[in-house]
């Protein structure tokens, strides 16, 4: 199925997610996406002055393997360990949506031709939503890449920008998808040991709060994010509702003969509408609110990665110090134990640095974001509120009126 | 207007019959306008000498002669006897959702009684004319309650005692406003005795709310939970539109029976209303041999009108079991909401807590606080969807089966008198081969016997062609005034419906008004 979303500026989800401090010099974005049958195809679009780029203005054809390709390049690369590396977007899921339009396609014959219409419209609506999505997710990820002083030097990324043939990036096998669970199974025993290490001090406030509320507030937004997702499709669950409603009122209506036909069809007319507003109200509810949970849980894992990250450069600062004490007892091997210790601690006073201004980047960032968006979000609520009402309202008038 | 019938084959011409036919057709009406006034103002002209009194028992004890007994059993089949269908435990299943009180319906119902009371006094010594219209015209002065249910006993021998309390200014009761309590087995046991005397002849008597085996049970065993109390709450409301609706039938509200019901401390226990009495097995083989019977009787139906309102019954039927399935959907995935909104509150609140930035977590404390409130919205809504909008269809549906074997009961008339008919022919050849015969000694006894079989039949043709004409005549009335309270019942609750769903919008705008100025203050 081939799908072009409008490349508008308009109500764009990336803007609401995060706000990014955009200069001129290097601007990405997603200009075109595809759907074809197992795959998206995005067309991405960089505008730069730049010397290093060799036009002003051009752009790649990426899938969803080679973001994932550009973003484990940053994560596996030791000079951005002092920096939040931006979540990876998800990887493009039209299963579900795929799944039902094939059973309403299968048909259930107790179903009216206009219900049915209706059915297929909202399903291929909730199909372009999921993908405006996905396209949002990808283009966040670069724009923030883009954005990021250090993070947009980085060759891999001009490569990704520029190189005009297929990066030639494979999906990760199984081995490769096994090697990253494991790793991070790794990881989390690695926390727990040097956290447990004796001696290991955290020397700064700052990163001791830093971690007891990154750990707590991630999983608590992890579960905010889970309901909120309920919630939304509990909308749109009562949105469908609204569609046999309103044809078992049309159908009652034409029957009548006496004044309750004008009733039914004027009730029918008023689910139609209703049916619309609560559809609206579900989609908003899951770009404002949802869809920001989910980001900024994903995010605040990667602060929780760069945490960790710091932590283990202090375990090895703190195992250089022994090192060198335990040289210089023996005098053997002084000098290269003193090397190695002045690097640790270089290292991790380097990443304690740029932690501390990535986790506080992280704050603004989250905390406008949040803003923003719960603003968004109450004021579409009255929006929709104001005009349910309204119809209500003038339904009711009619029904009133008549003799 | 007369009804048009088909004559019966080899109809003598006896004039002096039907004039006689139509005095007693006269008679029937006038019976039925002097139940309809008061018993202190009797009509002088039309009343003949007869055995018609004002305490009659409704129209059974006069001319119509119920000498068959096939059809007490059919009056017995009608009943509602039916346990819970399967859809309804949506509804009454232990669902996940938070704490449902029944005191929050009751004020959603409270609205609904006031709109069905009518204040209009009743007019004494009215003209038949005038009594007709005011049948037509709802000015009965009579509010029913049926309030705080309580628990009787306890084990499996309990029971639940509902107050049923009366307001009236109607001269027939002795108090203006009296009280009693009945128990759900004496509301079945009413509409027995109201479906036995009036369903035959052609009345529309509005059907008891269900037997429930499974939600009794719960309530007996004494779970004290949301279900339970639902349940509890769903019968009594149900209990209270069945009255309400059958205290509105003109000639329902004059039968002794109902009077009984709703005034006198101490009723007889209705036993055979028990699902699984032999009463109640009887007539559930009864109503399967009904079934049976519906099926073969094929009538030569001469009034259209007839034929067009039982099509647009059954249409009326399907259309509306459509939408109330489609509406049970709907409150079931409101109360969904309901709970995913009040999950979704919990952690709200508690990720604002954990939120370090000050005025980013009092944000999110308000906006779990706003989530709460919603909850509580939705879960109101969720009422409002059940009690005005899907039981009233239910309600309906259960009216209409009752408006169809009303038509049935006509066809089992017209059966009746068919029957007679061929009798009459079969007794008529009888008599005939016995004229020729040739048998001197024997024929003049058989020929006086034959003689007065055929008289017999020949009244009971007559009979049967009278009650045809009369509950053709009832049924008319009937359908119409059954189809003018459809019409009122269904815009008065459309209404109140969309009232509520106004008021859950202008609640949403006042919390969501609310939280901005909070939302605009994180800085």
């Known amino acids: 199925m081939e799908v072009h979303p409008e490349a508008g500026k308009e109500g764009k989800p990336s803007c609401a997610l995060v706000e990014l401090q955009g200069d001129s010099s290097l601007q990405v974005e997603i200009s075109d996406a595809v759907s074809e049958r197992d795959k998206v195809k995005f067309t991405v679009q960089t505008k730069s002055c730049l010397p ?36 990876a977007p998800p990887r493009p899921d039209f299963e579900a949506s795929r799944e039902k339009l094939q059973k309403l396609g299968e048909g259930d014959s107790s179903v009216t031709r206009e219900e049915f219409a209706k059915m297929k419209q909202e399903l291929e609506a909730e199909y372009l939503a999921i993908f405006k999505k996905t396209v949002a997710m990808h283009e966040v990820f670069l724009q923030r890449l883009a954005a990021h ?23 990760k096998n199984r081995k490769e998808l096994l090697g990253g669970f494991l790793r991070n199974i790794v990881k989390s025993a690695d926390e727990a040991l040097i956290t447990g290490m004796s001696g290991l001090k955290e020397v700064d406030d700052f990163f001791e709060h830093e971690r007891t509320f990154l750990l707590e507030y991630h999983t608590r937004i992890r579960d905010a994010c889970l309901r909120a997702d309920r919630v939304m499709r509990s909308h749109k669950c009562l949105a469908d509702d609204y569609i046999p409603i309103s044809a078992a009122l049309s159908s009652l209506g034409t029957q009548e003969v006496n004044q309750l036909r004008t009733s039914f069809l004027k009730l029918a007319e008023l689910f139609e509408r209703l049916r619309k507003l609560e559809g609206r109200v579900a989609s908003d509810e899951d770009l404002k609110l949802s869809d920001m949970l989910r980001y900024y849980m ?31 007892t023996r005098n053997r091997e002084v000098r290269p134990a003193e090397s190695h210790q002045q690097l640790c601690c270089q290292r ?39 005009a349910s009402t309204l119809i209500l309202r003038n339904t009711l008038v009619a029904l009133k009126g008549e003799p | 207007m007369a009804a048009e019938r088909e004559p019966p084959p080899l109809r003598d011409g006896k004039p002096t019959d039907f004039e006689e036919l139509e005095d007693g057709e006269d008679l029937f009406t006038s019976t039925v306008s002097t139940l309809e006034s008061s018993p202190s103002s009797p009509e002088p002209a039309s009343l003949p000498a007869e055995d018609i009194s004002a305490n009659s028992n409704g129209p059974k004890a006069t001319e119509v002669v119920l000498d068959d007994d096939r059809e007490d059993l059919f009056a017995e089949a009608t009943e509602e006897v039916s346990l819970d269908s399967p859809e309804r435990e949506p509804i009454l299943s232990s669902e996940p959702s938070p704490a449902v009180t029944p005191v929050t319906p009751t004020t959603l119902i409270a609205p609904r009684i006031e709109s069905k009371s009518m204040s209009a006094p009743v007019i004494f010594d009215r003209s038949r004319e005038e009594i007709e219209e005011e049948a037509n015209g709802d000015i009965f002065d009579i509010e029913i309650g049926v309030s705080d249910p309580e628990k009787v006993g306890d084990g499996m021998n309990a029971y639940m005692a509902y107050r049923v309390t009366t307001k009236t200014s109607l001269s027939m009761f002795s108090k203006s406003e009296f009280s009693v309590k009945r128990r759900f087995s004496d509301f079945l046991g009413l509409h027995s005795k109201l479906a036995s005397k009036y369903l035959h002849v052609g009345y529309i008597v509005p059907p008891a709310p269900e037997k429930s085996i499974v939600g009794m049970t719960k309530v007996k065993v004494g779970k004290e939970d949301s279900s339970s109390t639902e349940f509890v709450e769903k019968r009594r409301a149900a209990l209270e539109r069945y009255l309400q609706r059958t205290v509105k039938h003109p000639t329902l509200l004059q039968d002794p029976d109902l009077r009984q019901f ?44 007839f034929e067009e309102k039982q099509q647009q019954f059954e249409n009326l039927d ?43 977590s009092r944000a999110l404390s308000q906006l779990a606080e706003v989530e709460e409130k919603i909850d509580q919205l939705h879960q109101e809504q969720a009422f409002a969807d059940f009690y005005m909008f899907s039981e009233l269809l239910s309600d309906y549906i259960r009216l209409i089966a009752a408006v169809k074997g009303v038509f049935d009961h006509r066809m089992k008339c017209w059966q009746k008198w068919e029957d007679a008919q061929i009798t009459l022919l079969k007794k008529r050849e009888a008599e005939a081969k016995i004229m020729v015969a040739n048998k001197p000694d024997k024929i003049q006894q058989a020929k006086n016997e034959i003689r007065e079989e055929i008289e017999e039949w020949e009244a009971k043709v007559q009979q049967g062609e009278r009650d045809f004409e009369q509950i053709s005549k009832t049924i008319r009335k009937e359908v119409g005034r059954f189809e003018k309270e459809r019409v009122k019942d269904f815009k008065t609750v459309i209404i109140k419906y969309l009232e509520s769903l106004v008021q859950t919008q202008q609640q949403l705008i006042k919390y969501w008004e609310a939280f901005l100025p909070e939302a605009k203050a994180i800085a």
């Not at chain 1, 640095?353 to 992280?362: G, I, N, R, V, Y």
């Not at chain 2, 226990?269 to 699984?276: C, D, E, I, M, P």
């Not at chain 2, 109330?324 to 409101?334: D, I, K, M, T, Y």
């Open chain 1, 298 to 328: 994903r995010d605040s894992q990667a602060a929780k990665d760069l945490l960790y990250r710091r932590l283990r450069a202090l375990a090895d600062y703190e195992n250089a110090n022994k090192a060198l004490d335990k040289a210089r």
């Open chain 1, 149 to 171: 002083p250090t993070l947009r030097r980085d060759h891999n990324f001009f490569v990704f920008l520029e190189y005009g043939q297929d990066l030639s990036v494979r999906g």
């Open chain 2, 318 to 360: 399907q259309q509306l079991r459509k939408l109330h399935a489609s509406v049970e959907a709907l409150v079931c995935h409101r109360k969904e909401l309901s709970a995913n909104t009040a999950a979704f509150a919990k952690s709200a609140a508690m990720l604002g807590n954990s939120e370090d930035h000050t005025a980013l």
């Open chain 1, 52 to 87: 290093h780029f060799a036009q002003t203005e051009f752009s790649v054809v990426r899938q969803h393997e080679e973001f994932i390709w550009l973003h484990d390049a940053y994560v596996e690369n030791e000079e951005y360990a002092g920096l939040i590396i931006p979540p």
């Open chain 2, 262 to 305: 709703l005034e006198s401390s101490e009723l007889p226990r209705a036993v055979n209303t028990q699902a699984l009495s032999g009463a109640g097995i009887l007539r559930m083989v009864n109503k399967a041999a009904d079934a049976v019977n519906k099926m073969t009787i094929k009538m030569n139906e001469s009034d259209a009108w």
């Open chain 1, 348 to 386: 991790f006073e380097r990443l304690s640095d740029s932690a501390k201004q990535e986790l506080m980047d992280f704050k603004s960032r989250r905390v406008s974001s949040f803003r923003k968006n719960l603003i968004e979000l109450a004021e579409l609520e009255l929006k929709h509120a104001k």
